[in-house]
């Protein structure tokens, strides 16, 4: 049972447009949300956060919004650059941490 | 400070051996948790180890097992390996307060160990 979804697996965007990721949750329980990146070969890199008081959060070119009533998050980066295509997971916090299945970004130059 | 280190990076196995890999925490992170991370399939969670106790299990059969010894780090072993073992397990370590699990902590991953079982 997947409490957390990423359904894009994919998405291509031109260097510096705005690249959105989606994702959904299905228990209203989790308090805290974060997004991880991840580039092959390598574990997954934290890069923001977002607790369930707020319903944004920005640091540089990353801001994560989240709208509680429709259990959806989203991560916005802007400009996109090359550097950041990889694979983005979101994750939620409850009695253990649920992650999505990954996006797949692609920043074509 | 150091990030998480896992031993090794790749390991090639057989069907029916088994095996144990390794996780160094950061230093001062109470908490490890453990991940299967197959295509399609994201990051699948094993079980979190705090203070030497396993303090949640996720939906894997008994062939995985953990462990956390008393400097935070912690091994995970895979016993009778199958195919379908093949993999990328990760580690992360966060640094727990003492009311509960998470709450608003941050997980750090390692690099990752990657399976092969042939």
């Known amino acids: 049972d997947q409490q957390v979804k990423q359904n894009s697996p994919s998405l291509s965007v031109q260097e510096g447009r705005i690249s959105i990721l989606n994702c959904d949750y299905t228990?209203?329980?989790?308090?805290?949300f974060l997004w991880y990146k991840k580039y092959p070969a390598e574990g997954p890199t934290f890069l923001i956060s977002?607790?369930?008081?707020?319903d944004k959060n920005e640091d540089g070119r990353f801001t994560v919004f989240l709208n509680k009533s429709a259990k959806h998050l989203s991560l916005h980066i802007v400009p996109s650059q090359p550097g950041d295509s990889a694979v983005y997971f979101c994750?939620?916090?409850?009695?253990?941490?649920?992650f999505g299945t990954g996006t797949s970004l692609t920043v074509i130059p | 400070k150091a990030g998480v280190t896992q031993t090794p990076r790749y390991l090639i196995k057989t069907r029916g051996q088994q095996v144990t890999l390794s996780c160094s925490p950061i230093?001062?992170?109470?908490?490890v948790s453990w991940y299967q991370q197959t295509p399609g399939q994201g990051l699948q969670f094993l079980f979190e180890?705090?203070?030497?106790?396993?303090?949640n299990k996720g939906n894997f059969p008994g062939r995985f097992s953990g462990r956390q010894f008393s400097n935070s780090r912690s091994e995970m072993n895979v016993s009778t390996l199958e195919l379908g073992d093949s993999a990328l397990y990760l580690c992360?370590?966060?640094?727990?307060?003492?009311?509960?699990?998470?709450?608003?902590?941050?997980?750090?991953f390692g690099p990752g160990t990657r399976l092969l079982v042939l």
């Open positions: 992360a370590s966060s640094h727990l307060g003492e009311q509960g699990p998470f709450g608003q902590e941050t997980q750090y």
């Open positions: 228990n209203s329980m989790f308090d805290y």
């Open positions: 977002i607790s369930s008081i707020k």
């Open positions: 994750a939620a916090s409850g009695n253990q941490f649920y």
């Open positions: 230093s001062g992170h109470r908490s």
């Open positions: 180890y705090f203070s030497e106790t396993q303090r």
